[in-house]
Nanobody, 124 residues
Framework: QEQLVESGGGLVQAGGSLRLSCAAS????????VGWFRQVPGKERDFVAA????????KFADSVKGRFTISRDNAKGAVYMQMNSLNPEDTAVYYC?????????????????WGQGTQVTVSS
């Protein structure tokens, strides 16, 4: 079974940056479209960003446009999300997810595989 592993979370001050990574065990992540989501306690899991298999197409939530970028290295089987100009509202557990469908998907139900999440905390 496909399993995803996120890394790179941590504590950062407002205005700082973090880079999250997502890798898959079992199979190569290069065969999948990948999305990043985030969730705070008591709220739904929200879409953040997505990238196509080739990396040519990306999509971002309005709240992170211009601050976050998403990229992938298919040779390494990894997907990255660079997060800049972080603010306390970005504090959440961040999850990567993979799917085999066509087009970008913004609903968690459209993804087939998930990681366990990595905590990102932005202090003011």
């Amino acid at each position: 079974q496909e399993q995803l592993v996120e890394s790179g979370g941590g504590l950062v001050q407002a205005g700082g940056s973090l880079r999250l990574s997502c890798a898959a065990s079992g199979r190569t992540l290069s065969n999948y479209r990948v999305g990043w989501f985030r969730q705070v306690p008591g709220k739904e899991r929200d879409f953040v960003a997505a990238i196509s298999q080739s990396g040519a197409n990306t999509k971002f939530a309005d709240s992170v446009k211009g601050r976050f970028t998403i990229s992938r290295d298919n040779a390494k089987g990894a997907v990255y999300m660079q997060m800049n100009s972080l603010n306390p509202e970005d504090t959440a557990v961040y999850y990567c997810a993979a799917r085999t469908g066509v087009g970008h998907a913004v609903r968690p139900s459209e993804y087939d595989y998930w990681g366990q999440g990595t905590q990102v905390t932005v202090s003011s």
